[in-house]
């Protein structure tokens, strides 16, 4: 399984004045203090004694290329980024599977069913609202469908390599760059 590696994320003071802190427990409410555990300073509900581990926030999107070689991308309608294009994608909820939550999206976004053919890489973005977000991308090059704009996307449309506009996100770049540059050629 490939994985896309990153330089280590540093999260600046502008990024992190923007997530909201954690000052209570989420299993009993109780108020939360710093305890040195496991190596690190760690958020430690006194009362029922324990850390609470904070984790990145799963996401999913996809590398959807049609028989011309060109590349799906949506216009973003909401935060952050709103106006840009990127890969269809969205947040894992729960009980639901990566590739089950990366098609759900393509579908709420563009209106295209589609089979995952392949993991394209699991990578990571700074987020200002969830600190970091975990981004798992899959190829689908097998999709049926009419492309309309949907959910979260103000637009849709198919881009070949010399007319694409600018990619939003770091890990949909990567992505975009690992298909281009390794599965392109098969």
């Given amino acids: 399984m490939p994985v896309i590696k990153e330089d280590p994320v540093i999260l600046t003071t502008d990024i992190l004045s923007f997530i909201r802190p954690i000052s209570h427990c989420h299993f009993c409410g109780y108020g939360l203090t710093q305890k040195f555990i496991e190596g690190r300073s760690r958020l430690y509900c006194e009362a029922c004694d324990i850390p609470i581990y904070q984790n990145p926030v799963p996401a ?3 590398v959807v290329i049609d028989e011309q070689d060109r ?10 980024k709103i106006g840009e294009w990127c890969l269809p994608g969205g947040f894992i909820e729960l009980n639901e599977g990566p590739r089950e939550s990366a098609l759900r999206e393509l579908k709420e976004e563009t ?3 589609g089979a995952v053919e392949h993991l394209l890489g699991v990578s990571s973005n700074p987020s200002a609202q969830y600190s ?6 899959y190829l689908v090059r097998c999709f049926s469908g009419n492309l309309i704009a949907g959910d979260d996307a103000a637009d849709a449309g198919w881009f070949s390599t010399h007319e694409r ?6 890990s949909h770049r990567q992505f975009v760059s690992h298909f281009y540059g390794k599965f ?3």
Wanted: glycine share 6%; net charge positive; charged share 15%.
């Fill in 60 to 62: 999913t999107c996809v």
């Fill in 71 to 80: 590349l799906l991308l949506v216009k973003r309608s909401v935060a952050p």
């Fill in 165 to 170: 506009p600018p990619i939003a996100f770091d």
């Fill in 111 to 113: 209106g295209l069913t």
């Fill in 184 to 186: 392109k050629q098969r």
């Fill in 132 to 137: 970091t977000i975990l981004m798992v991308g």
